[in-house]
């Protein structure tokens, strides 16, 4: 039995996975810790799981909404997110974490818990890394979409030989976001970094998780050693356990499959028209819709109810989704694993960071079309809508995927790569 300290920071998107490999842990009969935002404490310990506090927390910055603009920048999100909220907080992220992971055994860290591979160097703790979408790897034989210059995916088709100086770039750009971390491992008495934290000084010579689909993505040559594609790892028990609420099942029930609208946990603060304009592009295609809005009253309609939409703050996807014809999302990799399980047509409309790069993936799957933001009025997406409603190939190729993506166990082929690198000299 181990200790075994997971520490993540983010969205529910970024906190599901390692609840669910925490579980996964805790089945196996050892002890593990879910090192994160405060904001999460009552739901990590509702499931059994220990918690400890990592500062950032998201309420520690002031007005959400408007945080989520910043945030969700197509541009400058990245950058912000890295310089502006998790730089700041670095020692203090590394003080808590330190606590934390007092007599562990073990620390998986997330691709923004910049201080996980500090403590794990310092203390020589065993350390495995989690990507949670592909983007993390920046293989020049499988290159992301980057979200700020999306236009460059046009280039895919020149190969590896063009990515590797344009990589490089990225990494001269991205330099200076961390040079806080350089200064803590100066302070701690620590050399200068082998590699980029954002990219491969993030990784562990003993292990790596992929926490996706190979069918999403493959593994590639460049990948870091020793990184497994696990599949998703999905956390949904209080979706199959306790079902839908009442009203929301009523409506599922009353007629045909509806399309199901949804920004996330993160994208919802900051949704613009997005819900407006999805439910006129319902209107002009006489479907039934379901919205998930949060908690932002402005994403609520301003006109009398309608008996075709459903508004609701939030649904477990895993027992909403497989009841859609189709499903309108972000691309956000959460939203895409519990997507593509439930073998529906998608449509996107991605915002920052990772999501153009999976928005584009399910586009080459054959399962999804895309929308840029800009883009998204009633009227384009009533006509998407419409291409993979009543083209079969769409739902064909949805159908298959997620017949493959289900039949996986993302969670227990995480936890054999866990156990094996704790027997690991």
């Given at each position: 039995?181990?200790?075994?300290?997971?520490?993540?920071?983010?969205s529910?998107?970024?906190?599901?996975?390692?609840l669910?490999?925490?579980l996964?842990?805790?089945?196996?009969g050892h002890?593990?810790?879910?090192a994160?935002?405060?904001?999460y404490?009552d739901?990590?310990?509702?499931?059994?799981?220990?918690?400890a506090?990592?500062?950032?927390?998201?309420?520690?910055f002031?007005?959400?909404?408007?945080?989520?603009?910043?945030?969700s920048?197509?541009?400058?999100?990245?950058?912000?997110?890295?310089?502006?909220?998790?730089?700041?907080?670095?020692?203090?992220?590394?003080?808590?974490?330190?606590a934390?992971?007092?007599?562990?055994?073990?620390?998986?860290?997330?691709?923004?818990t910049?201080?996980?591979?500090?403590?794990?160097e310092?203390?020589?703790?065993?350390?495995?890394?989690?990507?949670?979408?592909?983007?993390?790897?920046?293989?020049?034989?499988?290159?992301?979409?980057l979200?700020p210059?999306?236009?460059?995916?046009a280039?895919?088709?020149?190969?590896?030989?063009l990515?590797?100086?344009?990589?490089?770039?990225?990494?001269q750009?991205?330099?200076?976001?961390?040079?806080?971390?350089?200064?803590?491992?100066t302070?701690?008495?620590?050399?200068?970094?082998?590699?980029?934290?954002?990219?491969?000084?993030?990784?562990s010579?003993?292990?790596n998780l992929?926490?996706?689909?190979p069918?999403?993505?493959?593994?590639?040559?460049?990948?870091?050693?020793r990184?497994?594609?696990?599949?998703?790892?999905?956390?949904?028990?209080?979706?199959?356990?306790?079902?839908?609420?009442?009203?929301?099942?009523?409506?599922?029930?009353?007629?045909?499959?509806?399309?199901?609208?949804?920004?996330?946990?993160?994208?919802?603060?900051?949704?613009?028209?997005?819900?407006h304009e999805?439910?006129?592009?319902?209107a002009?295609?006489?479907?039934?819709?379901?919205?998930?809005?949060?908690e932002?009253?402005?994403?609520?309609?301003?006109?009398?109810?309608?008996a075709?939409?459903?508004?609701?703050?939030?649904?477990?996807?895993g027992?909403?989704?497989p009841?859609?014809?189709?499903?309108?999302?972000?691309?956000?990799i959460?939203?895409?694993?519990?997507?593509?399980?439930?073998?529906?047509?998608l449509?996107?409309?991605?915002?920052?960071?990772?999501?153009?790069?999976?928005?584009?993936?399910?586009?080459?799957l054959?399962?999804?079309?895309?929308?840029?933001?800009?883009?998204?009025?009633?009227?384009?997406?009533a006509?998407?809508l419409?291409?993979?409603?009543?083209?079969?190939?769409?739902?064909?190729?949805?159908a298959?995927?997620?017949?493959?993506?289900?039949?996986?166990?993302g969670?227990?082929?995480?936890?054999?790569?866990l156990e094996e690198?704790?027997?690991?000299?």
């Open positions: 039995m181990a200790r075994i300290v997971l520490t993540t920071f983010g529910l998107g970024d906190l599901h996975p390692f669910a490999l925490a996964g842990l805790r089945a196996r002890q593990p810790v879910l994160t935002s405060a904001m404490r739901k990590i310990e509702a499931e059994g799981v220990a918690f506090p990592v500062r950032p927390d998201l309420t520690d002031e007005a959400l909404p408007e945080l989520m603009k910043s945030v920048h197509q541009r400058r999100g990245p950058e912000f997110v890295i310089r502006h909220m998790m730089m700041p907080w670095l020692r203090a992220s590394f003080d808590d974490l330190a934390a992971a007092e007599g562990a055994d073990l620390l998986l860290t997330h691709t923004l910049f201080a996980g591979p500090v403590l794990a310092l203390r020589a703790l065993p350390h495995v890394a989690v990507a949670l979408q592909p983007t993390v790897f920046f293989s020049r034989h499988d290159p992301p979409v979200a210059a999306p236009g460059l995916a280039l895919r088709r020149l190969g590896p030989a990515y590797g100086p344009l990589f490089r770039l990225v990494r750009v991205s330099d200076g976001w961390t040079r806080p971390v350089r200064a803590l491992r302070e701690l008495g620590l050399p200068p970094p082998a590699g980029n934290p954002l990219f491969e000084g993030q990784f010579r003993r292990a992929a926490l996706f689909s069918h999403f993505a493959a593994p590639q040559p460049d990948w870091p050693p990184t497994v594609a696990t599949g998703f790892a999905h956390f949904d028990r209080l979706g199959r356990e306790q079902g839908l609420a009442a009203d929301l099942a009523a409506f599922l029930a009353a007629g045909p499959p509806p399309v199901v609208f949804t920004l996330g946990s993160s994208a919802v603060l900051d949704a613009g028209g997005f819900y999805s439910a006129a592009a319902c002009r295609l006489g479907c039934r819709g379901v919205l998930l809005v949060g932002d009253p402005r994403n609520l309609p301003a006109e009398p109810a309608r075709d939409l459903h508004y609701a703050p939030y649904a477990p996807y027992a909403l989704f009841r859609a014809a189709a499903i309108v999302h972000s691309a956000g959460g939203t895409c694993g519990q997507a593509l399980r439930a073998g529906k047509p449509l996107t409309m991605p915002f920052s960071h990772d999501q153009p790069d999976n928005a584009d993936r399910l586009r080459r054959g399962v999804a079309c895309v929308i840029g933001r800009r883009a998204y009025g009633a009227a384009r997406v006509r998407e419409e291409r993979l409603l009543t083209d079969p190939s769409y739902a064909a190729r949805a298959e995927l997620g017949a493959k993506i289900s039949g996986e166990d969670v227990a082929r995480a936890c054999d790569v690198a704790l027997s690991r000299p």
